[in-house]
């Protein structure tokens, strides 16, 4: 794998931001907020990627999403792409972080919109935002956030997934992930 290869890791949905999170967006100018941590933005239902037979925690295409969504009859806010930032060679490569090794051979789908950069420990959990003082740590870093409150600069964002391992060590390592919006897929033929 090359030292700076985007790998497309899966597809994902958001369906609300958390009631506690809502004010953030005014407070530091954002359009909106956007993670890929679901104690933030919100996943209901909750797919159960166990029960359904795959690695981790994302879909595997993004028709696999779509037929989630079409039978829990769920209208997202959100329909995500997720690539994992493979620009850490010195870092550690664990059991835990082999779930999230390339799950398929699917292309970014054509039209994805790039949002930015967002970091995060192996359970998703926000080094932004699902950390102690989150406001003062939003605010530390705002001059290098986008209008969807994620790194603009990969390089940025991988300093702040080392700053966030020294920080806190307890949830590292944390993880730079490219997240890209998607248009609404086609609904599959239940014909």
């Given at each position: 794998m090359d030292a700076d290869q985007n790998t497309l890791i899966g597809f994902e949905f958001r369906t609300e931001l958390a009631a506690c999170?809502?004010?953030?967006?005014?407070?530091?100018?954002?359009?909106?907020l956007i993670t890929l941590d679901a104690n933030i933005l919100w996943r209901e239902p909750e797919p159960n990627f166990e029960d359904m037979g795959y690695r981790c925690h994302f879909f595997e295409s993004q028709e696999l999403m779509e037929n989630f969504l079409q039978g829990s009859g769920t209208a997202p806010l959100l329909r995500l792409a997720v690539t994992w930032q493979w620009v850490e060679p010195t870092r550690s490569m664990?059991?835990?972080w082999n779930n999230y090794l390339p799950i398929s051979e699917v292309p970014l789908p054509i039209g994805a919109t790039f949002l930015g950069y967002d970091v995060a420990e192996d359970g998703l959990l926000s080094g932004l935002l699902n950390m102690d003082?989150?406001?003062?740590?939003?605010?530390?870093?705002?001059?290098?956030?986008?209008?969807?409150?994620?790194?603009?600069?990969?390089?940025?964002?991988?300093q702040s997934a080392v700053e966030t391992d020294e920080w806190a060590p307890e949830h590292a390592p944390f993880r730079v992930f490219g997240i890209y919006e998607l248009d609404a897929g086609p609904m599959p033929d239940r014909s």
């Open positions: 999170f809502q004010s953030m967006v005014a407070q530091f100018g954002l359009e909106r664990d059991e835990t003082c989150t406001e003062d740590r939003l605010a530390s870093h705002r001059h290098l956030l986008n209008q969807n409150g994620l790194f603009i600069d990969q390089e940025d964002a991988l």
